[in-house]
């Protein structure tokens, strides 16, 4: 069965940074989009950042570019979120989230999800 489990969040204080880590198991890491949404109390599912297990491509949205890199390690199908200059904004569960080559990064198209891991930010 496909599983993906986040590791890395934490509490930390407006500034610093935080490395969050998805090891994949089940799927063929070279056809899928893994990558990263966010969810804060009360609000919307937001994406975050995606990339290519075939390529190494990314993709970021707005609010975290120049902040978070995400990258990943094929050899260990893990995918890793670098995030730095936090802000209090940034404070969410973080889910890891995969779906097939070709389709949509959105929170609707994906085929499966990790449990989550929190990110506290204060300032």
């Known amino acids: 069965e496909v599983q993906l489990v986040e590791s890395g969040g934490g509490w930390v204080q407006a500034g610093g940074s935080l490395r969050l880590s998805c090891a994949a198991s089940?799927?063929?890491?070279?056809?899928?989009?893994i990558g990263w949404f966010r969810q804060a109390p009360g609000q919307e599912r937001e994406g975050v950042s995606a990339?290519?297990?075939?390529?190494?491509?990314?993709f970021y949205f707005d609010s975290v570019k120049g902040r978070f890199t995400i990258s990943s390690d094929n050899a260990k199908k893990t995918v890793y979120l670098q995030m730095n200059s936090l802000k209090p904004e940034d404070s969410a569960v973080y889910y890891c989230?995969?779906?097939?080559?070709?389709?949509?990064?959105?929170?609707?198209?994906?085929?499966?999800w990790g449990k989550g891991t929190l990110v506290t930010v204060s300032s």
């Open positions: 989230a995969a779906v097939g080559s070709g389709r949509y990064f959105r929170a609707s198209d994906m085929e499966y």
């Open positions: 990339i290519s297990g075939r390529d190494g491509s990314t």
């Open positions: 089940g799927l063929t890491f070279d056809d899928y989009h």
